[in-house]
């Protein structure tokens, strides 16, 4: 397939100055946090054109976080769905997800930078987790916002941090889930920010951060672009992810964003679907789709899998719907846990359940897509959700 | 409605400090009545906030009120209705304080207009930063309705300039790294962001977060032309204090900052 000629403003490339992907993005933060998030971009735009420190954090990639992650095909399954299925396989990254590559990179910079403490959001854990990990690699002070209600669903990876020697606060306001954790945390930085970098999680935020994590991701896509042509030939005719915030799924489609034919499907939980149900809006320091009532207050998310239980979605995957380059659909719960299941028996792979949203669709939409290659991100493995998933099976058959 | 800029210039001119005691709109069945008790205990400007599922800039008390206020019902249209009129009648000058999302939602125009149609001077809107602040203070500007913009310590001396310049009716000093909230004792930080702004414009410099006793409260007046009390006299409502008991608390902020 051929390469296509370049735009003018390359698909997923830098944001405006203003820190906008299209009308989305920007920086909506206290007046306080405004000088920090500055000394970052600046920081961040010099690292990332400093061959040392590319050089550095690659290094680290290789040898800490077990990169080049593998690029798996589906042969079982491949058959039963009819068509190729490729898994670009983040689960067996150190800490079991995406997640360590923007972790090792944003901990660089912080160090870079002079920070001695990094804070950080999590959902189910696994951004703690891997924000834990590179603290105590490059030794880092490391404190972790969860959601109260999130310390009790994922008490192991509650352990796992206490383990990498992180302190957990709990988030006790709102929903105490995600969207609170990320509340506590901001407010966190406003009042430590000094010798404090915040190490956000995904490509949300104010600038630079979506576009500063989805470079940090962009390995994902680079790697599956050149695995997929090795194994192939060629370049598939699908990449598929999940997205809550959407920084794996920023990782992936940054690989094959500029070939105009390899269609980009972004896959979000039906209880938690910004794109999908949301209208524009301003949280967490970003404007972009967020499901929200009449009068601009926020909806709490509701899925099965904590790490997309979140009720915005990344500025550039708002910009990338607007723009028709990427596609974004909703799948349930039940679909989400037969898929789960299905990989697990098929091809003896156990997903996180925020990556079986995206082999929930495969599956759904197989008929469309028969004889196609189809790629798919397998984000994190799914470890840290058997016992939910054994719950959720078990109550089925009582 | 009260121009902003011009009753504040007015009472310092005079040689008033400035005391502006705050109230999260929609807490309580008396939230209005409050508004008139800080009147006759010498509020200069009131400021009340519109609740928001998200508050960043928040602190545990305004968090908790905010809560309490959503948990009735209460809506930026209900907030704004229940204000209409009530400037006049009070004679003291109302600000709103709320999240972007909320103006956003609504349209700038739109919240502009039924802002100023309820007789509200100004809003303060903490997560919309000098950069972002555009679009929402050009509808401000043209309704008549004031953009109060926040100057926090992190700032070097340009960027203070700048907030004042796009600043109207008065600037939010920002006494501290961090949340609403009670604190101690006056923030190290408090003084030195009033002196920096004071050197920069002649609008009025009120100093704001973590003002939680009247002694800090005259503390801070040294230097700036006033204070905003929020989350010390909420916590005084949230724990039961009837209107007269809160107003009474805020009476004596300000026997403080005339003493």
Known sequence: MALAPSSPVPVMGTPSDDGRFGRFGGRFVPETLVPACQELETAFRRAWSDPAFRAEFEHLLRTYANRPSLLSECTRLSERLGLRLLLKREDLNHTGSHKINNVLGQALLAQRMGKTKLIAETGAGQHGVATATAAALLGLECVVYMGEVDMGRQSLNVFRMRLLGAEVRPALSGSRTLKDAVNEAMRAWVSDIADTHYLLGSVMGPHPYPWMVREFHRVIGDEARVQCRELTGGDPDVVVACVGGGSNAAGIFSGFAELPEVRLVGIEPAGGAAIGRGVPGVVHGMLSYLMQDEFGQVQEAESVSAGLDYPGVGPEHSHLADIGRAEYYPVNDDEVLDAFQLLARSEGIIAALESAHALAWVYRERATMAGQTVLMNLSGRGDKDVAQVQSILDGRQS | ?259
């Not at chain 2, 008139?36 to 960043?56: K, T």
């Not at chain 2, 555009?134 to 509808?139: F, S, V």
């Not at chain 2, 009716?169 to 006494?175: E, K, L, P, Q, R």
Request: charged share 20%.
């Open chain 2, 1 to 259: 409605m009260i121009d902003l800029e011009a009753h504040l210039r007015q009472r310092r001119a005079k040689g008033a400090k400035l005391f502006v005691p705050y109230v999260s709109g929609g807490l309580d069945a008396e939230w209005v009545d409050l508004l008139r008790a800080f009147a006759d205990a010498g509020a200069d400007a009131i400021e009340v906030g519109i609740p928001f599922s998200d508050p960043v800039m928040d602190g545990p008390t305004i968090q908790e009120a905010s809560v309490r206020a959503l948990e009735r019902g209460t809506t930026p249209h209900s907030v704004v209705a229940e204000l209409r009129g009530v400037a006049d009648e009070i004679g003291v000058p109302l600000i709103v304080m709320t999240y972007y999302n909320i103006v956003f939602r609504a349209g700038h125009e739109r919240f502009a207009r039924e802002l100023a149609a309820a007789g509200i001077s100004g809003a303060i809107v903490p997560d919309l930063p000098l950069e972002e602040a555009g679009p929402w203070a050009e509808a401000a500007d043209d309704a008549g309705i004031a953009t109060v913009l926040l100057a926090a310590p992190t700032a070097p001396d340009l960027r203070l300039a700048h907030i004042c310049q796009r600043a109207r009716g008065f600037v939010y000093a920002v006494s501290l790294l961090g949340v609403t909230g009670e604190r101690q004792s006056l923030a190290s930080t408090a003084v030195g962001i009033a002196q920096r702004l004071k050197a920069v414009t002649d609008k009025p410099v009120i100093i704001g977060i973590g003002i939680s006793t009247p002694e800090q409260a005259r503390e801070a007046c040294t230097v700036a032309d006033g204070i905003v009390m929020a989350s010390a006299l909420m916590r005084l409502r949230l724990d039961g204090a009837s209107v007269a008991e809160v107003a009474a608390a805020a009476r004596r902020v300000r026997e403080a900052i005339d003493g």
